[in-house]
């Protein structure tokens, strides 16, 4: 049996998180186990003490002691799937804005020989609800420029909704990864696409959140926005 573990970074999520983890387990298989590690950041809401209060073995969870990120949060994560010999592991959202009922389909990508399987919001058009017009043009358009940028192939450059083949994320040095907000997804996959591993996207609805606020902010723009340079200039002096 595989065993993939489905990495949830929260803070102030206890209007999701339980319900979004049976919706998670329920993709178990007998041919696929899931598995799920909460990273919560100190939340003040008690999404911690919620999630330690299921006793269900198939659910850990990490406790930092600030909020620290969402890229150090993945990281982490990353590290435990490495070190717990996971074959599989996830990037998820617990706000519902990633669908649980995708997470089978990214599963089939991964078993036809891909590496990193890519839940896209752009891939045949737009699929995405409930967002302003602001922020969609804002999303789509920093795609394209990190596309133009970067060369990197793959038309939604900033999901967070990702697949990973722990075999071949063990042959990435999380300790060289250096953004931490919503451009840790484009540093990942850049890193991915020049490793030379296989990627590929696969279709998804985003729904904006129904519980809860929004993480994003200014800061996390103007990060995605330089991150890309410096993504550039190291892989072209071979320093990525």
Known sequence: ????????????????????????????TPEN?????????NSPDGTA??????????????????????????????????????????EM????????????????????GYDLVIGSRYINGISVLNWPIRRLIL?????????????LKVMDTTAGFMCYRVSALKQIDLDQVKSNGYSFQIEMKFKFYKKGFR?????????????????MSRKVVYEAYFMVWKLKFKSIFGKL
């Open 93 to 112: 959202d617990a706000d519902f804005s990633h669908d649980p009922k995708y997470l089978k389909g990214f599963i089939d990508k991964i078993n036809e």
């Open 199 to 215: 990627i590929t996207e696969t279709p998804i609805l985003f729904i904006d959140r129904r519980e809860g606020e929004s993480k």
């Open 139 to 151: 999303s789509y358009l920093a795609s394209m420029y990190t596309r133009i940028v970067t060369g």
């Open 1 to 28: 049996m595989k065993r993939t573990l489905v990495i949830i970074p929260t803070y102030n999520e206890a209007e999701n998180i339980l319900k979004i983890i049976p919706e998670v387990l329920k993709n178990t």
């Open 33 to 41: 186990e899931f598995n799920i590690l909460v990273v919560d950041d």
């Open 49 to 90: 003490a919620m999630v330690e209060g299921m006793n269900n073995d198939k659910v850990n969870i990490l406790k930092r002691e600030k909020k620290s990120g969402l890229g150090t949060a993945y990281l982490a994560g990353f590290r435990y799937a490495i070190k717990n010999e996971y074959d599989f592991v996830f």
